[in-house]
């Protein structure tokens, strides 16, 4: 008998892990995981059958336990999420070691961190939550607070996509050094990422943007081929050194616990990429950029990132709460729209993110768009007063600066 308990004991220690939870219906008959599951019950079962009656009341009770613990994992996460993720959350936590499962509940945590940061400072608007679908594989949640007072616009959208590569999109990575290489013509390919584009009221509120990103593609011999990308970066509208140091220094602090070298490296990368060449000046005062990153490893890279998409909040929410009850004039409202058509030409003109969306089959084209502001404007020949605060701004968008050391 106590040789059998103890086989009983072994076998429903064993299926009440994940996995052995899982089997009692949330995995696919074929998976390896599935079946692990259904070995585990079946040992399981065979011990309780050896018991009798108190082996099987043992069993049940173990399981009802291990069933009802998940049942408060899931909702848990639901709570800290703005939606259910778009894998689902038994596909994350059967994956939860891969760092595809861990990405997404990485993008989905920063998600919600910033709607519920910038919500708070908006307690009259309400962010609209948009879950959807794209039918060639995978899908999205959009997150969308329009016409605050202190937000005219604010979009967190969340994006975990996959399948085949357009020819179109294939041959805009190829042109950036990337070398792929296609089976009968079909690249299959994986990408998930957050992005955000703060757009507030007040013309003394800067606008922000952040996207954090990973991507996958298998080549024709079976190969992955990864990387990450994103950064995040600010758009003022009148210069103010105070807040353009914080911002800085906030993210140096998050690049520096990885390696020195990055702050400056993505510094200047950020400046040369928010670059609106037909104009001869920057989108903005910059930040950090980066694309295409796969080294030095995997973790090392996603620990990065992740450091960086924690320090979203904390380097803008305070400049918000610093301004957005500031006071303002007509013109300076109007410098503000003028200054916002600028943002719309490199988006549309330039930007990578957008080009994709663009390029890829059942892309969800309102989503792409959420970076546009509600309102723009375009003056024919309009040039600011010199010594102005417009002209201040001009100076430091055509000439970066250093704003940490």
Request: proline share 5%; with cysteine.
């Amino acid at each position: 008998m106590a040789a059998g308990v103890r086989a009983f004991r072994g076998a429903a220690a064993a299926f009440t892990t994940a996995a052995g939870c899982r089997a009692l219906g949330s995995l696919s008959p074929g998976s390896a995981a599935g079946r692990g599951g259904r070995e585990s019950r079946r040992a399981a079962l065979a011990a309780a059958g050896a018991l009798g009656g108190v082996g099987l009341w043992l069993w049940q009770r173990q399981a009802v336990m291990a069933a009802s613990e998940e049942d408060e994992e899931d909702k848990m996460l639901r709570q800290r999420f703005m939606a259910p993720p778009v894998s689902g959350l038994q596909e994350l936590r059967r994956r939860r070691r891969e760092l595809r499962s861990r990405m997404e509940l990485l993008i989905m945590e920063t998600q919600a961190e910033v709607c519920r940061a910038l919500a708070a400072l908006d307690p009259g608007a309400a962010f609209a939550v948009d879950t959807w679908e794209r039918k060639e594989g995978g899908g999205g949640i959009s997150c969308v607070l329009q016409d605050g007072e202190v937000f005219e616009k604010a979009g967190v959208n969340v994006s975990v996509v996959f399948g085949h590569l357009s020819e179109e999109a294939a041959r805009q990575m190829r042109s950036r050094g990337k070398s792929l290489k296609a089976k009968d013509g079909k690249l299959p390919f994986c990408a998930m990422g957050v992005s955000s584009v703060i757009h507030p009221k007040n013309p003394h509120v800067p606008t922000m943007h952040f996207n954090y990103r990973y991507f996958e593609i298998e080549e024709a011999d079976g190969t992955k081929q990864w990387w990450f990308g994103g950064g995040t970066d600010l758009t003022p509208t009148y210069l103010n050194e105070e807040d353009a140091v914080h911002f800085h220094k906030t993210l140096k602090e998050a690049c520096d616990k990885h390696d020195l070298k990055l702050y400056p490296k993505y510094k200047k990368w950020c400046d040369d990429y928010f670059f609106i060449k037909h104009r001869g000046e920057r989108r903005g005062i910059g930040g950090i950029f980066f694309d295409d990153v796969d080294a030095p490893s995997k973790e090392e890279v996603f620990q990065f990132v992740k450091s960086c998409a924690r320090a979203v909040v904390p380097c803008y929410i305070p400049i918000v709460k610093r301004h957005c009850h500031d006071s303002f004039t007509p013109e300076e409202k109007l410098w503000q729209q003028l200054r916002r058509g600028r943002y719309v030409e490199f988006n549309l003109v330039y930007d990578r993110g957008t080009k994709f969306g663009l390029l890829t089959p059942g892309s969800r084209i309102e989503s792409i768009l959420m970076s546009l502001p509600l309102t723009a404007r375009w003056e024919y020949m309009h040039t600011p007063p010199e010594s102005s605060k417009e002209a201040e701004i001009l100076e430091v968008l055509r000439n970066p600066k250093d704003w940490v050391h």
